[in-house]
């Protein structure tokens, strides 16, 4: 089921009610891809999203490690990826991916270009772009 209109966001603020649109709109979902370009705001974006599900942890790229653990107050996990220095798909074999994104928590990733044949089928796919200074956000 994808979103019926787009999100327009102008301000980093904004993104805090949108992030729990998402969510609410796909409950039984847990693995979350985010497309768009460099400097888009996915990292920004998905730290609203782990905000939203109770996580006061610090979020952050994680560019080298490729993927990091965050908690929820409640003792869940959340898992956040980058794949963007990923070079071949045996490299997410070799990190495990089926354990992450087949365990039943949250899972965000970025870059997942890199890895889509490895999406599971029932992932949200989030889009975000830039339009006159804003970025619109639709799934």
């Known amino acids: 089921m ?5 999100y327009s966001v102008c301000a980093v603020e904004e993104l ?3 992030a729990p649109a998402l969510i609410h709109h796909f409950p039984a979902e847990r693995v979350f891809a985010f497309y768009g370009p460099m400097g888009i705001g996915k ?5 609203s999203i782990c905000r939203a599900l109770g996580s006061d942890d610090l979020v952050s790229s994680p560019g080298f490690s490729i993927v990091n653990h965050y908690m929820t107050h409640r003792g869940a ?8 220095r990923i070079n071949k798909l045996e490299e ?3 990190m495990g991916y089926e ?3 087949y365990s039943g928590n949250y899972c ?12 599971p089928d029932h992932c949200v796919r989030v889009y975000m772009e830039e339009k006159g200074g804003c970025r619109v956000i639709h799934f």
């Open 2 to 6: 994808a979103s019926k209109k787009p």
């Open 16 to 18: 805090d009610r949108v």
């Open 43 to 47: 990292t920004t974006f998905i730290k």
């Open 77 to 84: 996990s959340l898992y956040h990826f980058d794949f963007y």
């Open 92 to 94: 997410v074999f070799d």
């Open 99 to 101: 354990e992450y994104l």
């Open 108 to 119: 965000f990733i970025e870059w997942p270009e890199k890895m889509e044949s490895l999406l």
